[in-house]
């Protein structure tokens, strides 16, 4: 990520991305600039406030415009309108960069993508991936034109004095590969266990946003980083692992315990993860029944 957005990033450019990007695209587009002032930030999701951020920056860039956003959110699930944002791009004549970690394997007819998925991978300008997702491995990727890959890579400083992922990873990642494009029935079923899971939250009064990845993340009452990790510790103990996420990520007064459910898991599993947040609700007594507006207002786009 840090080297990608460093090597098409020069001086007088100036870097769009959406509120909600991710902390390595954050660091990357810092590091990218000799001034902040060149980093404008558009609020998540919302393609009015994108076009606004965009028009004011046509009106004093002296250089190009480098737009940034992810695919999947990978904290909360939602996706990028990347057909939006791609319209945009275009007429104000920027470079889109796409951060689909969460997407690649898992969204589009093959597992291309989420510019798969929404019809427009030939309008990204450069789609940046990871094999540490769908693929279970490391490594990444960042795919464009070929002048443009040539450019990356002979000016990408992380890269310079890196060395290849070890052949083992290769060899495997080639079979993995493989899977993903002929993964239909695991796509198909991965999803079915998304919302079979998110569904059965529901029923217990937890607040789960409808996102159209697979990732399920469920918000409850709180705040508190401490109490948090005790409900954690409570899940995991019941064999639910779950990720939390506080402030600054997600608004004040509430955590949000982050699940990506795969196509191995079946109805005992989801029936285990259920029940352990029913004994979450019931022993903690958690009061689910309050307004959640402030996460809409964030995460509601337009």
């Given at each position: 990520?840090?080297?990608?957005?460093?090597?098409?990033?020069?001086?007088?450019?100036?870097?769009?991305?959406?509120?909600?990007?991710?902390?390595?695209?954050?660091?990357?587009?810092?590091?990218?600039?000799?001034?902040?002032?060149?980093?404008?930030?558009?609020?998540?999701?919302?393609?009015?406030?994108?076009?606004?951020?965009?028009?004011?920056?046509?009106?004093?860039r002296k250089k190009?415009?480098?737009?940034?956003?992810?695919?999947?959110?990978?904290?909360?699930?939602?996706?990028?309108?990347?057909?939006?944002?791609?319209?945009?791009?275009?007429?104000?004549?920027a470079r889109l960069f796409i951060d689909d970690a969460h997407g690649f394997g898992v969204m589009g007819k093959t597992g291309g993508g989420m510019g798969e998925y929404m019809g427009v991978q030939d309008q990204i300008d450069i789609y940046l991936g990871t094999f540490a997702k769908a693929f279970a491995s490391i490594g990444g990727f960042s795919a464009s034109r070929g002048d443009v890959v040539e450019w990356i890579h002979y000016n990408a400083r992380t890269q310079v004095f890196a060395k290849s992922l070890p052949m083992v990873y290769v060899k495997s990642l080639q079979k993995t590969l493989e899977f993903v494009r002929n993964g239909d029935a695991r796509r198909a079923r991965l999803f079915q266990v998304s919302r079979k899971l998110a569904d059965g939250l529901r029923q217990l009064g937890f607040y789960i946003r409808k996102v159209e990845s697979p990732i399920v993340p469920v918000f409850v009452p709180g705040g508190d980083p401490v109490v948090a990790m005790e409900w954690i510790s409570y899940l995991r103990?019941?064999?639910?692992?779950?990720?939390?996420?506080?402030?600054?990520?997600?608004?004040?007064?509430?955590?949000?315990?982050?699940?990506?459910?795969t196509a191995s898991h079946n109805d005992t599993d989801i029936e285990t993860t259920v029940e352990a947040f029913k004994n979450l609700r019931d022993d903690k007594k958690l009061d689910l029944d309050i307004d959640w507006s402030v996460v809409e207002k964030l995460y509601g786009g337009d």
């Open positions: 990520m840090i080297g990608t957005i460093s090597a098409l990033v020069e001086k007088d450019d100036i870097i769009v991305m959406d509120k909600l990007c991710h902390a390595s695209i954050v660091d990357a587009a810092r590091g990218a600039v000799e001034d902040r002032k060149s980093i404008r930030i558009f609020r998540h999701n919302d393609m009015d406030s994108l076009e606004k951020t965009l028009r004011q920056v046509n009106e004093v190009g415009a480098l737009l940034l956003t992810e695919g999947v959110y990978g904290m909360t699930g939602d996706t990028a309108k990347l057909d939006s944002i791609c319209e945009l791009n275009d007429k104000y004549e103990e019941k064999g639910v692992f779950v990720s939390g996420v506080a402030y600054p990520v997600i608004p004040k007064k509430c955590i949000m315990f982050r699940m990506v459910p």
